[in-house]
Antibody, heavy 120, light 112 residues
Framework: QITLKESGPSLVKPTQTLTLTCTFS??????????VGWIRQPPGTALEWLAL???????RYSPSLRSRLTITKDTSKNQVVLTMTNMDPVDTATYYC????????????WGQGILVTVSS | QSALTQPASVSGSPGQSITIPCTGT?????????VSWYQQYPGKAPKLIIY???DRPSGVSNRFSGSKSGNTASLTISGLQAEDEADYYC????????????FGGGTKLTVL
């Protein structure tokens, strides 16, 4: 059974950089046709795709957040890392790690989510 | 503002059927058969219940069904049960960005 789990800080200050790690099991990003990404959900509102990285290191970003996001993978550790710069209180949200297959446009496995609050 | 439009809330009584619409454009819902639906309980991660418009993952009840007509996709839940009370989100392929997926704003289902 594929599992994903997010880790990182629960609280960051405005202007700081957020670094989140997704650690996954039962699949490998060295195998073709697999992608891992990040989706966030502000309290009480909708889901928003942030970034996605495929096994061939192809990276995709939300157009509106592209300048602030970097996604990388560490295949040996089964991890994907997302950094988001210049955090603002409007970035307060639950951040989910997501598994998506190449050529498929749905998330079939989700992490449990991590709530990140941006406040001074 | 989400790319796909869903009603904020729907309600129904146990045993009834309800339908949740998800409206997009020809660049997403109307142009491709890649609509998905997710069920989310409070404080939990979303769960995939429909993909590719009308396919169900293994283990998802056949009370959940999906369809599409033009630029509007629909999720139908038949034989409504108390446990179906949750938020429901649609998602679709979109040609408008390179992530290729957009979500709806979500619909709160209340079982009366």
């Amino acid at each position: 059974q594929i599992t994903l789990k997010e880790s990182g800080p629960s609280l960051v200050k405005p202007t700081q950089t957020l670094t989140l790690t997704c650690t996954f099991s039962e699949f490998s990003l060295s195998t073709g046709g697999v992608g891992v990404g990040w989706i966030r959900q502000p309290p009480g509102t909708a889901l928003e795709w942030l970034a996605l990285i495929y096994s061939d290191d192809d990276k995709r970003y939300s157009p509106s957040l592209r300048s602030r996001l970097t996604i990388t993978k560490d295949t040996s550790k089964n991890q994907v890392v997302l950094t988001m710069t210049n955090m603002d209180p409007v970035d307060t949200a639950t951040y989910y790690c997501a598994h998506r297959r190449a050529g498929k446009y749905y998330v079939d496995y989700w992490g449990q989510g991590i709530l990140v609050t941006v406040s001074s | 503002q989400s790319a796909l439009t869903q009603p904020a809330s729907v309600s129904g009584s146990p045993g009834q059927s309800i339908t949740i619409p998800c409206t997009g454009t020809s660049s997403d819902v109307g142009g491709y058969n890649y609509v998905s639906w997710y069920q989310q309980y409070p404080g939990k991660a979303p769960k995939l219940i429909i993909y590719d418009v009308s396919d169900r993952p293994s283990g998802v009840s056949n009370r959940f069904s999906g369809s599409k007509s033009g630029n509007t996709a629909s999720l139908t839940i038949s034989g409504l049960q108390a446990e179906d009370e949750a938020d429901y989100y649609c998602g679709s392929y979109t040609s408008s960005n390179t992530l290729y997926v957009v979500f709806g704003g979500g619909t709160k289902l209340t079982v009366l």
